[in-house]
Each structure stands twice: as structure tokens, then as C-alpha cells.
């Protein structure tokens, strides 16, 4: 690994395709922005392994999957109907000047 030391403002270059710039240095951060192609993915290296770890358990077989509840229920328009009575139901219910 090669380690530098650099001052806020200053660059690091990898290749002719990647810049690094210490954008801000604080106690305990340092502020790093990367300028690079955008075929080229960058990602912090704790959110590559939550999503490893998410693939994983994606793929933990049929019985996870049919204790999975749908994000949406199938009849929303019956969620959104009981919504608007409800709505329509404290405007009524309020007392009228």
C-alpha cells in the first residue's frame, strides 16, 4: 500500500483517468473528492460489502421468500380511498366557524 501525505486542496492522480482531491481535513475526517469516468464504478468499501452481504441473504432460498410481505399491497386504490375518508371524515368531524 502506498501511503502519501497531502494538504487540503491538494491532488493525487491514478492514471490519466482518476483524480483524488483532499477537499477538507478535520480532527477526526478527511474530506476526499474522486473525479472519475462514469464507467468506472466508486463506492466506499462499507457500502460493497453490506450489499455482498445483502445479495446474500437475497439468495437464502424459497422459505425466507414466503415469509416476505410485497413492499405495496395489490388493491391500492383501496388504501387510498380509506385514506380519503379518513381525510374527509376529521374535516367534517371539525368545528365549523
Do not use: F
Not at 65 to 80: D, F, V
Request: hydrophobic share 40%; charged share 30%; net charge positive.
Amino acid at each position: 500500500m502506498l501511503m502519501m501525505s497531502r494538504r487540503a486542496g491538494e491532488k493525487i492522480l491514478i492514471g490519466d483517468r482518476i483524480e483524488i482531491e483532499i477537499a477538507h481535513i478535520g480532527r477526526s475526517r478527511v474530506r476526499v473528492g474522486i473525479r472519475a469516468p462514469r464507467d468506472l464504478p466508486v463506492i466506499a468499501r462499507e457500502l460493497m460489502l453490506v450489499r455482498e452481504e445483502n445479495r446474500a441473504a437475497a439468495g437464502a432460498g424459497p422459505e425466507v421468500e414466503g415469509r416476505m410481505r410485497p413492499a405495496r399491497p395489490k388493491n391500492s386504490t383501496a388504501i387510498s380511498t380509506t385514506l380519503a375518508d379518513m381525510v374527509i371524515g376529521r374535516q367534517e368531524a371539525a368545528p365549523k366557524n
